[in-house]
């Protein structure tokens, strides 16, 4: 065989599979839901991010394709250029309507967002302060923005107010997920605004996994909190709850306009297609006129939390659908995955570098279109398969 310069893949995928470190893609069937098919097999879902089951709602693939049918299959160029169709400027003022904000912007994903907007707020006389488990898309962007990143201890407060008193740098970014990504706490945003205002410091709050779930129109962490007019920057995605795809930025009119001149991941790329953001408008009808949804989905947390405290998991800080089964090795968490799935329960394994070395887990994620039997169900299967893990 001629020689290959990618020779050198199958050695690093061996070495990867070897520390269980190896990933591969699973297809699940028919449609996104609380119950799918993966390999033929009918497995209830536990690690979607699909908090509210709008994935797959009827009125949401309608708008979806309404829109379609209406302004194109493709936006056909960037913003900026061709691509800034009526439904864009609908959605941005729903978005900010919701967020109590002057302005929102559309972004194509929340890794787009949180890779471009960082740069566009800090550069290299600047510094970013980040908490240690914000999510892998922020930390791209705190990086690219060639801004000094500084990482403070996971809702350190304390820790954050010593580094925001000593620093020389000109402007101060404080960064941090609203509900982190894969333990479900929730981020000090009062403390943070405290100490932003102290130091005259920007905050900036991805609500990935908490808009469309907390407070009360769902807005988020924030109104739910009542500091919403004390962030500056209001990151959501619309992939998760929301049901449909893309990102958005709400905070002042400034800040939207300066994003649309500077944030290289707004300028540079084709706008979203219409029919996500039909889906996505859709969404925010479900989000403001069926509020059980949100009271559903959380009251199954409490359950799933006082079930798995039972089973001697730290769940006590969970606020939001996403509850972190800690077990360790990248083998346990692989192991229990496995075991978990003979037994009908689709909950993948999440390993380094998604999360920290040692603490390799079960991500399980609830949704308002799971019932109360399949909380006891998993936890009764959980119970079963925790004895016959590896060590
Ligand atoms: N921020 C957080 C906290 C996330 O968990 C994720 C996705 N897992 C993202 C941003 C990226 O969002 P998207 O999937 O829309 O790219």
Redesign the pocket.
């Known amino acids: 065989m001629a020689r290959s310069a990618l020779d050198w893949i199958p050695g690093e995928l061996d070495a990867l599979a070897a520390k269980g470190l190896r990933r591969a893609l699973e297809t699940i069937a028919p449609v996104q839901g609380p119950v799918v098919e993966v390999a033929g097999r009918r497995l209830v879902n536990l690690c979607s ?1 699909d908090y509210l089951g709008l994935a797959a709602d009827p009125r949401l693939r309608r708008a979806a394709s309404d829109a379609a049918e209406q302004e194109g299959a493709g936006a056909g160029a960037s913003r900026l250029v061709a691509g800034d169709l009526p439904v864009h400027r609908a959605l941005e003022a729903r978005l900010a309507a919701w967020k109590g904000t002057q302005a929102a912007l559309l972004f194509n ?6 890779a471009g907007v960082p740069a566009a707020l800090v550069g290299r006389d600047d510094a970013i302060f980040c908490d240690v488990l ?2 892998a ?2 930390v791209d962007g705190c990086l690219l923005s060639r801004a000094e990143l500084v990482r403070y201890r996971h809702r350190d407060v304390d820790e954050l107010a010593g580094l925001l008193a000593r620093t020389r740098a000109r402007r101060k970014l404080v960064v941090t ?1 609203a509900v ?2 894969m333990d479900g706490d929730a981020a000090p945003l009062r403390e943070l605004a405290e100490l932003c205002d102290r130091h005259g410091a920007m905050l900036y709050v ?1 609500e ?2 908490s808009a469309g779930i907390l407070g009360p129109t769902g807005a988020g962490l924030a109104e739910a909190l009542g500091v919403s007019d004390r962030v500056d920057v209001h ?1 959501g ?4 709850a929301l049901g449909a ?3 958005y930025v709400a905070g002042t009119q400034p800040l939207a306009e300066l994003l649309v001149s500077r944030a290289r991941t707004f300028v540079f790329t084709t706008a979203l297609p219409p029919a996500a953001c039909g889906a996505a408008l859709a969404a925010l009808d479900v989000v403001a006129s069926e509020p059980a949804r949100r009271a559903h989905v959380l009251a199954l947390t409490e359950r799933a939390k006082a079930g798995l405290a039972r089973l001697g998991f730290d769940v006590a800080s969970v606020v939001a659908p996403i509850l972190p089964v800690v077990l360790g090795s990248e083998a346990r968490a692989l192991a229990a995955s496995s075991a978990l799935r003979e037994r009908g329960w689709f909950v993948r394994a999440i390993r380094p570098p998604t999360v920290p070395r040692g603490t390799s887990r079960l991500r399980v994620a609830l949704s308002a279109a799971h019932e109360e039997a399949q909380v006891d169900g998993f936890l009764a299967a959980l119970a079963e398969v925790l004895p016959g893990l590896p060590p």
Not at 109 to 114: I, L
């Open positions: 991010n994903s929340g890794y787009h967002a949180n914000n999510h898309s922020i997920d982190f990504s991805d990935a996994h990151m995605t619309l992939g998760k795809f893309g990102a």
